[in-house]
Structure formats: C-alpha cells, structure tokens
Nanobody
Framework: QVQLVESGGGLVQAGDSLRLTCAAS????????MGWFRQAPGKEREFVAY???????NYARSVKGRFTISRDNAKNTVYLQMNSLYAEDTAVYYC????????????WGQGTQVTVSS
C-alpha cells in the first residue's frame, strides 16, 4: 500500500510561484513513476507533469517551461515547482503513483488547492 500526501498549495497572484510537495510512504517509491494532475471546477482532471523512476520527465503543453517536476528518492518525495502562474492554473492538484509496470496511476493523494488571482 502506498499513501501520498500533498502540501504547498495556497492563494497567490498571477505571476507568482509555488512549490507543491508530495510525500510518499512505502519502500518501493524509488521504483515508482510519479505524476501530478489537476482538476479545475467544472472540468475533468488533467495531466500536468510526470517523472519516471529514472528521472525522465514529461509535461502538459500548457505548463511546459513554467513548471518543473523533480523527485528526491532519499526523502520519498516528489515536487512540482510552479512559476509564472496564471489564473487558469487554479485547480486542485493531485499527486499520483504508478508502480510495478501498471499502465495506470493506482495511488492518489487527497489533493491540494492552488488558487491564482488575476
């Protein structure tokens, strides 16, 4: 079983930065792929960023160049550095884990709210 706990959300102004943190339990964190997703009010959940167990990354087009995903396996933690925030980035951000060759993200955190005022 893996538990994920996000933190770092808040209310900021457009152009500001935030860093989200996802703390994971479990001894297999270092072999897991991790992702960040978000869901805005009235919209479906969407992919934001991904980092695999070896450090390879991928980003949604809407955040590429502004957001950076990283991980610290020694701390069982994954981060999402968000710069140059827009009002459109307002959403609940979720951390997710995929492991054991699963094709889907099977473990999810409870989410953290990010609100960007324009």
């Amino acid at each position: 079983q893996v538990q994920l706990v996000e933190s770092g959300g808040g209310l900021v102004q457009a152009g500001d930065s935030l860093r989200l943190t996802c703390a994971a339990s479990g001894r297999t964190f270092g072999r897991s792929d991790m992702g960040w997703f978000r869901q805005a009010p009235g919209k479906e959940r969407e992919f934001v960023a991904y980092i695999n167990w070896s450090g390879g990354t991928n980003y949604a087009r809407s955040v590429k160049g502004r957001f950076t995903i990283s991980r610290d396996n020694a701390k069982n933690t994954v981060y999402l550095q968000m710069n140059s925030l827009y009002a459109e980035d307002t959403a609940v951000y979720y951390c997710a884990a995929r492991m054991g060759g699963s094709p889907t993200f099977d473990y999810w955190g409870q989410g953290t709210q990010v609100t960007v005022s324009s």
